[in-house]
């Protein structure tokens, strides 16, 4: 059973997971720090020096850190911008690489790999399906 569990760990999905997880911590710090740091003064001084985190509503006696909940809230559309970007461009390199043209084909016939012009297959010489050859 340990050595089952050890072949588990040691498979490349459980590490890129592992990998994945302790990146994104590393990415909520920065994106943190952007938000709090830069964006947020930024924001405050347009908006007539509000402080967003002093927000605070009271209702029965509890205070509600309403600042606290629109700092999150702009941390997360930045989070997940930014991470569409990051997957945009990711499968716009992954468009790339897939994108060739098809030279060949499969003979439906004999399965052999013919060329897609071809309108007979030259290993069984049967007549390919949808093409039309202007001399006949």
């Known amino acids: 059973m340990f050595k089952e569990f050890k072949e588990f760990i040691a498979r490349g999905n459980v590490l ?39 927000i605070v509503v009271n209702v ?21 911008f930014v991470m569409f970007l990051i997957v945009k461009s990711l499968n716009s390199l992954h468009k790339e690489e897939k994108e060739e043209e098809v030279t060949e084909k499969e003979c439906p016939y004999c399965k052999s790999s013919i060329p897609v012009e071809a309108s007979r297959c030259p290993h069984c010489t049967s007549k390919l399906d949808n093409y039309k050859n202007a001399n006949e």
């Not at 006696?61 to 702009?74: H, Q, R």
């Open 16 to 54: 890129d997971m592992a990998i994945g997880i302790i990146m994104g911590s590393a990415f909520t710090a920065i994106v943190t720090s952007l938000v709090d740091d830069i964006l947020m003064p930024v924001i405050s001084g347009l908006t007539a020096g509000i402080d967003y985190q002093d």
């Open 60 to 80: 029965g006696g509890a205070s509600l850190k309403v600042g606290n909940f629109i700092n999150a809230i702009i941390s997360f559309l930045i989070i997940a």
